[in-house]
């Protein structure tokens, strides 16, 4: 496999962004959906996000025009 050819990458990009919304869409079933906003989470659940990764996906989520 040719680790330079512009497919391949292009392909491991799309591997990587979609097992990152995966995460994120885990992540925000998990601690985000069903809980009062006053009991979300300040801080990162997970060992991989930092707790200001997790306050931007926490502010994004309750962003209303995410909502829609």
Do not use: I
Not at 33 to 39: E, R, W
Not at 44 to 63: F, H, K
């Amino acid at each position: 496999m040719d680790t330079n050819s512009v497919a391949v990458r292009a392909a491991c990009v799309d591997m990587l962004k979609g097992g990152q919304r995966q995460m994120r869409h885990r992540l925000k079933k998990k601690y985000f959906d069903g809980v009062l906003a006053n009991l979300v989470r300040t801080t990162s659940p997970v060992t991989c996000m930092t707790d200001d990764q997790w306050r931007a996906l926490v502010e994004m989520w309750s962003n209303p025009k995410h909502k829609v």
